[in-house]
């Protein structure tokens, strides 16, 4: 079992920067390769960001590249997704999730690789 907490997320301006983490217990945190996700009302989760399990490939969905950096510190079991630049269209519940990947495929994009989610934290970027 993993179990995720997010935090860091509330209401910002537009243009304005927000850094969320998100802390891993349970089973050992660098087992897993680590994403962010985020839903808006009315819409399906969609990937943000992930990571993988020693940190060393990243991987953005096209909205929030450049504007966007997932990191990872094992040693403190803690992901963090710094978001600069914030836009309205960025305002949703985000999500951390874990997932048990290969030595192929490193970063997922997929929702049905995470196995394990955090409950979210909300993220309000005003126009």
């Known amino acids: 079992q993993v179990q995720l907490v997010e935090s860091g997320g509330g209401l910002v301006q537009a243009g304005g920067s927000r850094r969320l983490s998100c802390a891993a217990s349970g089973r050992t945190f660098s087992n897993y390769a680590m994403g962010w996700f985020r839903q808006a009302p009315g819409k399906e989760r969609e990937f943000v960001a992930g990571?993988?399990?020693?940190?060393?490939?990243?991987h953005y969905a096209d909205s929030v590249k450049g504007r966007f950096t997932i990191s990872r510190d094992n040693a403190k079991n803690t992901v963090y997704l710094q978001m600069n630049s914030l836009k309205p269209e960025d305002t949703a519940v985000y999500y951390c999730?874990?997932?048990?990947?290969?030595?192929?495929?490193?970063?997922?994009?997929?929702?049905?690789?995470?196995?394990?989610w955090g409950q979210g934290t909300r993220v309000t970027v005003s126009s």
């Open positions: 990571i993988s399990w020693n940190g060393g490939l990243t």
């Open positions: 999730g874990a997932a048990t990947l290969t030595s192929i495929v490193l970063v997922s994009t997929d929702l049905s690789d995470y196995e394990y």
